[in-house]
C-alpha cells in the first residue's frame, strides 16, 4: 500500500516464479558449465582428443548463447520483475545491500567479458592462455554466487540481522553455507546435464560416448551428495521456518516430495545415459535437461513456500508490510496499520471513505494492497477456489479474517487495518464465492471440522479441540456455541445446533479411534 | 493536480554510504551505459544503412558483417554497464523509479522479452556469412527495431518517474499497468535526442572499426571512415535541431535553468552544444584530409565530454522535475564501513583485471599510433 500494487491477472506470484526459476536453471549452469569448460580442454588437451575439443568449441557457443544471453538478461529480469511486485521488498534488499549487489556486478562484469573472450579465443589464443580466460571465468561466476547466495539466504534466514541490521551478520546467515555447497553441487550437475545436449547431436557415436560418459562423471556423484547437502541445508532451517510448510496445508512439503522425487528420476535417467552412452538421442537428453528443470523448480518453490508468511524473515511480510513497528517504517507496521488504517495509511488507494454502499469498492481495493501479492480472486493461489472448498458466507470470512496468522501454522500475515475494513474485505471476498451451501446442508461432522476448524486444527488427542473440550457431547456442543469465551484468539463463528453436534459426534469417534497421542493432520 | 501523498516513503535502511558517492556513481556509470547503448545501437543503425544504401554493394556487406560480428559483445557491455546505473537509480529514486515502472508494469516487463530477442537477433546475425546476407539484414532490422522499443519505454519510464502528479490518474485508470506517458511533451523529443545520439557516436564506432583496418586494408578503412565519419556529422547536425526542440519542449522553469538559472546547467550546455559544433567541424576537416588520428581519437574525446556533461545536465534536469517530492536530506546516513572500503578494492582490482583480460587478448595491439600518423592520411588526401 505504500506502493501502486500492479494488478496481473493470473497471479504476481507466478510471473516472479516463471522468471526466477528459468533464471537459476541458466544460472547454476553459468556456475558449473565454467568449470566444466575448462576441465574438459584439459583433458582433451592432454588425451590429444581433437575431437573432444571440436565439440567444446560448439559447446562454448552453446554456452554463451544460453548464460551471457538468456542468463544475463533474465537475472535483470528478476530486477525488474521484483520491483514490479514486491518493491518495498526490493528496497529494503537495495539499501541493506547495495554494496553486495555492487560487488557482485563488479564480477559480472569480469565473468561476462572472460566468456566472450573465451569464445572467440578459441581460434585466436594458445591453449595456456585460453585456459587462463576459463578459470579467470568460472572464478568470477562462483563468486558472483557466493554475494547473491548471501542475500537469498538472507531472506530466508536472517539470523541476528533482525537485530543489528548488520550487513555481515544478515549476510553470514545460518544457511549461507550449506545453501552456497548446495547450489554449487547443483551447479556441478547442470554442468553434465547441458552437456548431454550438445553431445546428444553428436554424430560421431564414439566421441558422444566419451562426452556423455564424462557428463555423467559430472551429473551422478554431485546428485548422490546432493541429498546429504539438502539435509544439511534443512538443518540449518530453524523449527519455526520450517512449520508453516508442514500442516494442514502443505505447500512446501508438497514441493519437497516433489523435488525429491524428479532429482531420482533425474538420477536414474544420468544413470541410464551409462547404457548405450553413444546411442542417446536429443529427445532424451532434453528430458533429462526438463526434470532437472522440473526438480530445481520445485526446490526453489519450497524456499520461497517456508519464507511465507515473510519475504524478509521475521522483518517483512509478504504483503509488504513490516512484523514490528520501527522507525523509518513509514507507519506500515502491522500495528499502525492496525490503529491507522488501511484507507488513511495506504497511499494507493482509491477510496478513502468507508461508507454503507462502497463496502464492496473498499473490499477491492483492500484486497489489492493486503492479498495481491501472493493470490488472485480466481487463478494462481485463487481465494474463489478456498471460499467455494470452505463454503464460507460473509459473516464466517469476517470472522476468520481476524485470525490469518494462525491458520495453517501461520502460513499467512495477519490481517493489519481496522474491523470496519475487514468487514469491507469479507463483504468483497463474499462477492467472489457468492452462493455458499448454508449450515443447513451440511450434517456431516467431518464436513463440518474441514470447513471451519481444519485451518487450525489437527485431528489429535493433543489438540485444544480434545484438551479443552467437555467429553460430554451435551456439554462439548454447548461450549462451541461461544468460541472466543473458550479461547480469545477464536473466531466467533456461529455454528448451528446440528452442525456442532455433528462435529463433537465425529471428534469423539475419531478420539476413540485413533487412541490417545496419536496425531493426524485433517484434509486439505 | 499535486499528489505528494502517493510519493512512497522510503524503508527503515540507512543509506550505506554519503548520498554523494551514489550520486556520483550513478552519473558515471550512466555514462559508460550510454556510451556502451549509443556503439551497439548506431553501429547497428549504420550498419544497415550501409548495407542497403545504393552503391558498392561488396563493401556495404563487408561494413555490415564487421560491425555484425561485433553487436553480440556491444548488447552485453550495454546490458552490463546498464545494470549498475539500474541498481543506483534505485539506492536514491526508488520510490519514483519503482511506481513509475509500476503503472507502465507490462511495457516495463516487455524490455524483457524485447531485449532477448533483439540479443538472438544480434547473434543470428553475425552467424550468416556472404549469400545469407540478404537474411541478415531483415534480422537485424527486426532487433534494431525492438532495441527503439526498448529506448522509447525508457523514456516513458524515465519521464513518468519524474512526473508524479500524472501518477495517480494512470494508475488508477488502468492497474494492470498498460499505461505508457504519450501525454508528456518532453517524450518524444527526448527520445529522439537520445537515438540521434545514438547514430552520431555509432558513426565514431565505424571509425574505430576503420582505425583496425587502417593498416591491413587502407582502401577499405578509407571508405569506413569517409562513411562513418558523415554519418556522425550529419547526425550531429541533424542533434542540434532535436536538441532545440527538446529545450522548448521542456517547462518554461527547466529550460531556464540552461539558459542561464543555473550556472553550472547553462556552462554544461554551452560545453555540449560548442563541443557538438566542433566536433562536426573537426571531423570535416579530419575526412578532407583523410586524417585517421584525429577523427578517431580527438573527435571521440571532445564527443566524451559532450556525453558526460550531458549525463550531468540530466541528472540536473531530473533533480529540478523532482524538487517538489525528493529532498536528499531524508537520507539517514550510515555508512558500511565494513563492506563499501571492500567494494572500492575489488572495483580497482576488477578494472585492473578487465584491462589485462583485454591486453592479453591483443585487443590494443595492431592500431599502433605510428601508423595513424597523419602524414600517411594527408599523403593519400593529396593523392586522390
Redesign the interface.
Known amino acids: 500500500m505504500n506502493y501502486p500494487a500492479w494488478d496481473v491477472a493470473f497471479g504476481a506470484g507466478l510471473l516472479i516464479a516463471l522468471v526466477a526459476i528459468l533464471h537459476v536453471f541458466v544460472s547454476h549452469f553459468a556456475v558449473g558449465g565454467g568449470l566444466f569448460l575448462v576441465l574438459t580442454e584439459q583433458k582433451a588437451r592432454r588425451n590429444n582428443d581433437l575431437a573432444l575439443l571440436n565439440w567444446l568449441k560448439s559447446h562454448t557457443r552453446f554456452f554463451v548463447l544460453v548464460t551471457v544471453v538468456f542468463g544475463a538478461v533474465s537475472g535483470v529480469g528478476i530486477w525488474f520483475t521484483i520491483g514490479l511486485i514486491g518493491p518495498v521488498a526490493t528496497s529494503n534488499l537495495i539499501h541493506a545491500y547495495v554494496w553486495g549487489w555492487a560487488i557482485e556486478w563488479v564480477f559480472f562484469f569480469i565473468e561476462i567479458t572472460a566468456a566472450l573472450l573465451y569464445l572467440y579465443g578459441w581460434e585466436k589464443l594458445d591453449a595456456r592462455l585460453h585456459e587462463w580466460y576459463g578459470w579467470i571465468y568460472f572464478i568470477a561466476a562462483f563468486a558472483s554466487m557466493v554475494v547473491i547466495n548471501g542475500i537469498i539466504t538472507f531472506m530466508l534466514t536472517p539470523g541476528n540481522w533482525v537485530k543489528n541490521h548488520q550487513f555481515w551478520t544478515g549476510f553470514f546467515n545460518p544457511t549461507s553455507f550449506p545453501s552456497l555447497f548446495l547450489r554449487f553441487d547443483i551447479a556441478l550437475a547442470l554442468a553434465g546435464i547441458y552437456a548431454l545436449i550438445t553431445a546428444s547431436v553428436q554424430k560421431d557415436a564414439a566421441l558422444k560416448a566419451r562426452i556423455v560418459r564424462w557428463s555423467a562423471l559430472w551429473i551422478v556423484p554431485s546428485l548422490a551428495v546432493l541429498p546429504a547437502l539438502g539435509w544439511w541445508y534443512i538443518r540449518k532451517i530453524p523449527a519455526e521456518v520450517w512449520a508453516s510448510a508442514r500442516g494442514p496445508m502443505p505447500t512446501g512439503t508438497h514441493y519437497a516430495v516433489l523435488a525429491a522425487v524428479l532429482l531420482a528420476v533425474t538420477f536414474a535417467l544420468a544413470l541410464l545415459t551409462l547404457v548405450r552412452p553413444g546411442r542417446i538421442p536429443l529427445a532424451f537428453s532434453l528430458l533429462v535437461a526438463l526434470v532437472a528443470l522440473g526438480a530445481m523448480g520445485s526446490f526453489e518453490f519450497v524456499r520461497e513456500a517456508i519464507r511465507k508468511p515473510y519475504v524478509i524473515g521475521n522483518y517483512l511480510y509478504a504483503n509488504s508490510l513490516y512484523a514490528t513497528q520501527m522507525p523509518g517504517d513509514g507507519g506500515f507496521g502491522v500495528d499502525e496499520v492496525n490503529n491507522a488504517g488501511i484507507l488513511q495509511t495506504g497511499k494507493w488507494i482509491n477510496n478513502r471513505e468507508l461508507t454503507k454502499d462502497n463496502q464492496v469498492t473498499v473490499g477491492r481495493d483492500v484486497f489489492r494492497v493486503e492479498c495481491q501479492s501472493c493470490h488472485t480472486t480466481n487463478s494462481y493461489r485463487g481465494v474463489k477456489s478456498y471460499l467455494k472448498l470452505r463454503q464460507w458466507d460473509q459473516n464466517k470470512i469476517q470472522a476468520m479474517l481476524g485470525g490469518l496468522e494462525f491458520m495453517h501454522n501461520g502460513v499467512m500475515p495477519p490481517f493489519a487495518g481496522t474491523d470496519s475494513e475487514r468487514n469491507a474485505l469479507a463483504a468483497f471476498l463474499g462477492t467472489i464465492q457468492p452462493n455458499p451451501a448454508g449450515a443447513a446442508a451440511v450434517a456431516d461432522g467431518k464436513t463440518v471440522f474441514e470447513r471451519n476448524c481444519v485451518m487450525c486444527h489437527q485431528v489429535s488427542t493433543a489438540d485444544p479441540f480434545y484438551t479443552k473440550l467437555p467429553k460430554d457431547p451435551n456439554a462439548a456442543s454447548e461450549a462451541l456455541k461461544d468460541l472466543p469465551s473458550l479461547f480469545p484468539l477464536m473466531p466467533d463463528l456461529k455454528l448451528s445446533d446440528q452442525e456442532r453436534t455433528a462435529l463433537v459426534q465425529w471428534m469423539n469417534t475419531q478420539r476413540s479411534a485413533k487412541g490417545p497421542g496419536t496425531a493426524t493432520q485433517g484434509g486439505n | 493536480m499535486m499528489q505528494p ?13 554519503p548520498y554523494w558517492v ?1 550520486k556520483l ?1 550513478l552519473v558515471v556509470t550512466f555514462f559508460l551505459h550510454i556510451v556502451a547503448m549509443n556503439f551497439m545501437l548506431g553501429g547497428a543503425v549504420l550498419a544497415l544503412v550501409s548495407k542497403w544504401r545504393s552503391g558498392d554493394r561488396e563493401n556495404g556487406n563487408r561494413v555490415f558483417f564487421d560491425v555484425a560480428r561485433k553487436l ?2 556491444l548488447l ?1 557491455a550495454t ?2 554497464l ?3 546505473p ?3 537509480v ?2 536514491l529514486y ?2 519514483f ?3 513509475s ?3 507502465i ?1 507490462w511495457p ?2 516487455l ?2 522479452v524485447f ?2 530477442l533483439a ?2 537477433g544480434f ?1 543470428l546475425a553475425s552467424f550468416q556469412s556472404g549469400q545469407h546476407a540478404g537474411k541478415a539484414g531483415g534480422v537485424m532490422l527486426s532487433s534494431v527495431i525492438l532495441i527503439f522499443l526498448i529506448g522509447f519505454v525508457y523514456s516513458n519510464n524515465l519521464t513518468l518517474s519524474q512526473s508524479p502528479s500524472r ?1 495517480g490518474g494512470k ?2 485508470a488502468d ?3 498498460w499505461n505508457l506517458n504519450l501525454s508528456e511533451p518532453t517524450l518524444i523529443p527526448r527520445f529522439l535526442h537520445f537515438m540521434v545520439a545514438a547514430v552520431a557516436v555509432g558513426g565514431l564506432f565505424l571509425i574505430f572499426v576503420a582505425l583496425a583496418n587502417w593498416k591491413r586494408d587502407r582502401e577499405y578503412a578509407r571508405r569506413v571512415l569517409q562513411f562513418g565519419g558523415k554519418a556522425f556529422m550529419y547526425a550531429t547536425i541533424a542533434q542540434l535541431v532535436v536538441g532545440v526542440v527538446f529545450l522548448v519542449s521542456l517547462p518554461r522553469d527547466m529550460r531556464m535553468l540552461y539558459m542561464g538559472d543555473n550556472s553550472l546547467a547553462t556552462i554544461l550546455l554551452l560545453v555540449g552544444v560548442a563541443g557538438g559544433i566542433g566536433a562536426i567541424f573537426l571531423m570535416s576537416d579530419a575526412l578532407r584530409k583523410e586524417n585517421v588520428r584525429v577523427a578517431a581519437f580527438y573527435v571521440p574525446g571532445i564527443i566524451g565530454v559532450v556525453i558526460l556533461s550531458m549525463s550531468v545536465m540530466r541528472d540536473i534536469l531530473r533533480d529540478a522535475y523532482l524538487k517538489p517530492y525528493f529532498h536528499p536530506e531524508q537520507f ?1 546516513v550510515k555508512t ?1 564501513w ?3 572500503p ?2 572500492l578494492v ?2 580497482l582490482a ?1 578494472v585492473i ?2 584491462l589485462v ?2 591486453k ?3 585487443l590494443f595491439s595492431g592500431t599502433k599510433a605510428a601508423d595513424t600518423l597523419p602524414s600517411a592520411g594527408s599523403q593519400a588526401a593529396k593523392r586522390s
Open positions: 501523498d502517493l510519493i512512497p516513503a522510503l524503508d527503515p535502511n540507512p543509506l550505506p554510504a551514489f556513481l553480440p559483445s552485453p546490458i552490463t546498464g545494470i549498475a539500474l541498481l543506483f534505485q539506492v526508488g520510490q523509479f519503482y511506481t515502472s509500476i503503472i508494469a516495463w516487463f524490455v524483457l531485449l532477448t540479443y538472438y547473434y501518477w494508475y488508477f492497474p494492470a499497468g539517514v558500511q565494513s563492506v563499501f571492500l567494494f575489488l572495483f576488477g583485471l578487465w583480460m583485454l592479453r587478448y591483443g
